[in-house]
């Protein structure tokens, strides 16, 4: 079945600085990668996704990017925020709508 | 439009205990997950219905993990009898089509202690 792992586990950055996380995965079938935000007590909410046949996709300060060869997608938060302080969860959709997620990346953005 | 809506939001019992979990998906989605979220980790995928039939199940410990999807709207999930290591957020989640690749919607989530 599909693997995914995001890296780094946490991250911490000054207001202002950008973002950036990583993930790999191992099915080539997979064709859909979404990233989620979850905060404390609530269910993930998706901020932002990029099908295979897109390389990149950009939202505000959020960025995503693909590369189907090398099987990694990138997020990429630009001007952080201390609002973004979060876990963020990348996933990778294969057959049939089946999603497979990362561990998580523990975002704090320091004031 | 209203998002996923779980109930309870949490609950602790005592271990070979039963506990049941009610999901209600966003009107007229076809397709409903069950997630369990073990703290520090990400969502794994329990089961998958589409409209009140199982896509996939194969991570759902079947002697004790068991799954309804009455009429292709609400959905139970029940654990009967409770272990230590099920303590975990249970999530449900919504699409329109998974077929389509369109996003899923999560509901809260279940908090759920095993002691």
Redesign the interface.
């Given at each position: 079945g599909e693997n995914v792992e995001q890296h780094p586990s946490t991250l911490s950055v000054q207001e202002g600085d950008s973002a950036v996380i990583k993930c790999t995965y191992s099915d080539s079938a997979s064709n859909y990668f979404p990233w989620y935000k979850q905060e404390l007590g609530k269910g993930p909410q998706l901020i932002i996704d990029i099908r295979s046949n897109v390389g990149e996709k950009k939202d505000q300060r959020i960025a995503v990017t693909l590369n189907k060869t090398a099987k990694h997608f990138s997020l990429h938060i630009t001007e952080t925020q201390p609002e973004d302080s979060a876990v963020y969860f990348c996933a990778a959709m294969g057959h049939a709508g089946k999603s497979t997620f990362g561990d998580g990346t523990t975002l704090t953005v320091k004031p | 439009e209203a998002g996923?809506a779980q109930s309870p939001r949490y609950k602790i019992i005592e271990k070979r205990q039963s506990v049941a979990f009610w999901c209600n998906p966003i009107s007229g989605h076809a397709?409903l997950y069950w997630y369990q979220q073990i703290l520090?980790?990400?969502?794994?995928?329990l089961i998958?219905f589409q409209n009140n039939g199982v896509?996939?199940d194969s991570q759902l410990p079947k002697d004790r993990f068991s799954a309804e999807r009455l009429k292709g709207v609400d959905s139970t999930l029940k654990i009967q009898p409770a272990k230590l290591e099920d303590s975990a957020v249970y999530?449900c989640?919504s699409?329109l089509d998974?077929?389509g690749?369109t996003?899923?919607?999560?509901?809260?989530?279940t908090r759920l202690l095993v002691l």
């Amino acid at each position: 079945g599909e693997n995914v792992e995001q890296h780094p586990s946490t991250l911490s950055v000054q207001e202002g600085d950008s973002a950036v996380i990583k993930c790999t995965y191992s099915d080539s079938a997979s064709n859909y990668f979404p990233w989620y935000k979850q905060e404390l007590g609530k269910g993930p909410q998706l901020i932002i996704d990029i099908r295979s046949n897109v390389g990149e996709k950009k939202d505000q300060r959020i960025a995503v990017t693909l590369n189907k060869t090398a099987k990694h997608f990138s997020l990429h938060i630009t001007e952080t925020q201390p609002e973004d302080s979060a876990v963020y969860f990348c996933a990778a959709m294969g057959h049939a709508g089946k999603s497979t997620f990362g561990d998580g990346t523990t975002l704090t953005v320091k004031p | 439009e209203a998002g996923v809506a779980q109930s309870p939001r949490y609950k602790i019992i005592e271990k070979r205990q039963s506990v049941a979990f009610w999901c209600n998906p966003i009107s007229g989605h076809a397709t409903l997950y069950w997630y369990q979220q073990i703290l520090g980790q990400g969502p794994k995928l329990l089961i998958q219905f589409q409209n009140n039939g199982v896509v996939d199940d194969s991570q759902l410990p079947k002697d004790r993990f068991s799954a309804e999807r009455l009429k292709g709207v609400d959905s139970t999930l029940k654990i009967q009898p409770a272990k230590l290591e099920d303590s975990a957020v249970y999530l449900c989640a919504s699409s329109l089509d998974p077929q389509g690749l369109t996003q899923m919607y999560f509901g809260p989530g279940t908090r759920l202690l095993v002691l």
